[in-house]
């Protein structure tokens, strides 16, 4: 045995030869050993419970704040909408024939969160190279503000969120949006309208369509990303590509600063073409700003001119006070409250009604308005709708403008186009009226059927005077001043009108305002067309008045849209004669 094992073996007895393991020393008895074991064993489960029961109450207390978030709803602020109204469709505009009009993309947009944002100038700087109209100013300040969230750039290409993703700068998201497309542009931007950049319509069927019911859904959150079923429009767009081709030849032709047109349809007031000019893209709407934005065809009041001669003489013959075989003296001037009424190319002699419509007799015209009296001549224009604001989905339409006392004067002048201003589109649907039958329909930018425009039409004149005015319109075509509006296949008929343009409160001598209110084919109208011009300053022949420039201009629609229309030519005589020799 080596020593130090010898050395272990004798500590060893040492210490059981003392007692040291083999009982308790006398100090501590068997109860109290046992004691002690159960108050630390009951100690240790206090411990254990008190930690569990720490654990629950951490975790009911996360649980319900769980649970408080989802019911809660999504944090707003004044810049951003939720996510999902972000992202809510508009349904597609369509014409008649279903081509689209407008229509949603998707699109991002770019936000900071300033609290993230680690060097404002230096992403500032990165964010210049990708957008260089960025305004650096208001950007730095925004990016340096203490809020948690700033709309940097709304609707962004592709390639623009390609390019700012790759400065990775921190801070800076995209969130997802649709964008309203227009695929046409600028054809149809005063019937179609626009959007704001939340995607809400403000002009035009979008504002119609938002305040159906779109807008206030929008508005609670019940819209969706979801498909909605489209829109479908009375316009053709084969028709309006056309009538803005021509009002834009138009302008450049007669060298004028605006003109407007529109085709409707005579039976049941459906809209199919309507232009005013200068438009603007519904697609960049702010460069369209001023006169772009104003529709001039419905939000625009005018004095009419001549055009009005063609009511005058409808509301004498429809009195039964005035018949086609009737004559007056337009031989001398009308003199009345200090005011000189005269003719602007006067024959000097007795005039029969025909002749005061082919002459645009202004002394003739003003003299059957006087057999009629003044109260009659307003009620009849009423019932025609043009003293009244005109009822239609398009929200952009003007009250028009008449004496708040109507005297012998007024009336006198009102007969011929002066003293009342309304709307050009008025003008065109109570024409429609005195050739349709004598049914005053209201305009329509919907789809609408015969059967439908017969439960809302009101009879305003007899068919007698539409008979009438039907020879009226088709006479001056082919032997006054008309001529040029004619087509050869399609048998038009209209009336002039030419106004001085009022300027600083009176009539300009130099500025005219020129339009043309026509039907076709007259012996049983299907469609009326009306163009105006503004302050040109030619037409055909050297004339500035509006046989030389608005007559034209509708003779070129009719002639490019006419067989669009479905509307068939007739040559010869009788309108047998389908093909011609050369």
């Known amino acids: 045995m080596s020593f130090l094992s010898r050395i272990m ?77 972000l992202m809510a469709s508009r349904p597609d505009i369509l014409d008649r024939n279903g081509e689209i009009l407008a229509t949603d993309i998707r699109t991002v947009s770019l936000y900071a969160e300033p609290h993230k944002i680690v ?20 950007t730095y300040k925004k990016l340096s503000s203490s809020s948690r969230f700033q709309w940097l750039r709304r609707q962004l290409t592709p390639k623009q969120q390609s390019q700012i993703l790759a400065l990775g700068i921190p801070g800076i998201g995209f969130r997802p949006e649709k964008r309203r497309f227009y695929p046409g542009g600028p054809t149809a931007s005063h019937i179609v309208g626009h959007v704001n950049v939340d995607n809400r319509g403000i002009a035009g069927m979008e504002r119609y369509i938002d305040n159906q019911g779109l807008a206030d859904l929008a508005a609670v959150g019940m819209t969706s990303d979801q498909n909605l079923e489209p829109v479908r429009l009375s316009i053709d767009l084969r028709v309006q590509s056309i009538v803005r081709e021509v009002l834009a030849e ?18 049941t007031g459906e809209v199919l073409a309507m232009a005013s000019m200068p438009d603007y893209d519904p697609n960049t709407p702010a460069e369209g700003a001023e006169e772009g934005w104003l529709n001039r065809m419905s939000n625009g009041t005018f004095e009419m001119g001549s055009t009005f001669k063609t009511f005058t003489t409808a509301m ?4 039964g006070k005035v018949t086609l075989k009737d004559s007056f003296d337009a031989r001398y001037p009308i003199r009345i409250g200090g005011f000189t009424i005269k003719d602007f190319h006067g024959k000097h002699r007795i005039l029969t009604v025909p002749e005061i419509f082919q002459y645009s007799s202004n002394i003739g015209t003003a003299k ?110 082919t032997h006054g001043s008309g001529k040029r509006s004619l087509v050869p296949g399609f ?46 300053k030619t037409g055909e022949g050297g004339g500035r008045t509006s046989g030389s420039n608005a007559a034209p201009m509708v003779g070129e629609i009719i002639r490019r849209s006419a067989a669009i229309l479905g509307v068939k030519p007739k040559f010869g005589a009788d309108g047998s004669a389908l093909l011609m020799s050369y």
């Open 491 to 536: 048998d038009v008929g209209g009336k002039t009108g030419t106004a001085n343009k009022v300027v600083n409160g009176r009539y300009s001598n130099s500025l005219n305002f020129n339009a043309f209110l026509s039907a076709f084919p007259i012996d049983n109208p299907q469609y009326v067309v009306l163009t105006f011009i503004d302050a040109p």
């Open 368 to 477: 059957m308005a006087d057999i009629v009296g003044i109260e009659g001549h307003k009620e009849f224009l009423t019932r025609l709708g043009l003293l009244t604001r005109m009822q239609t989905e398009l929200p952009e339409v003007k009250t028009p403008s008449q004496p708040h006392e109507w005297k012998k004067i007024n009336s006198i002048t009102i007969s011929y186009g002066h003293g009342v201003s309304t709307t050009p589109l008025q003008t065109a649907v109570a024409g429609a009226a005195l050739v349709n039958g004598g049914h005053y329909i209201p305009p329509t930018f919907l789809p609408r059927t015969r059967e439908q425009a017969n439960e809302i039409a009101t009879t305003v004149v007899k068919q007698s005077t539409v008979n009438d005015i039907r020879y009226l319109l088709g006479w001056n075509a």
């Open 250 to 267: 138009g302008i450049k032709k007669y060298e004028a600063i605006g003109a407007g047109a529109v085709v409707l349809d005579a039976n």
């Open 119 to 138: 060097d404002a100038d230096e992403a500032v700087e990165a964010l210049a190279t990708v957008l260089p109209d960025l305004d650096v100013r208001g």
């Open 316 to 319: 004498a013959l429809d009195s």
């Open 9 to 85: 073996v004798l500590k060893s007895r040492a210490h059981f030869s003392a007692g040291g393991y083999n009982r308790p020393s006398a100090a501590f008895g068997d109860g109290n050993f046992q004691g002690a074991m159960k108050q630390r064993g009951r100690q240790a489960r206090n411990r254990l419970a008190l930690v569990i029961t720490g654990f629950t109450v951490i975790y009911a207390i996360i649980g319900g704040r769980l649970v408080q978030y989802g019911f809660d709803s999504p944090e707003t602020v004044s810049s951003i909408m939720p996510a999902d109204r």
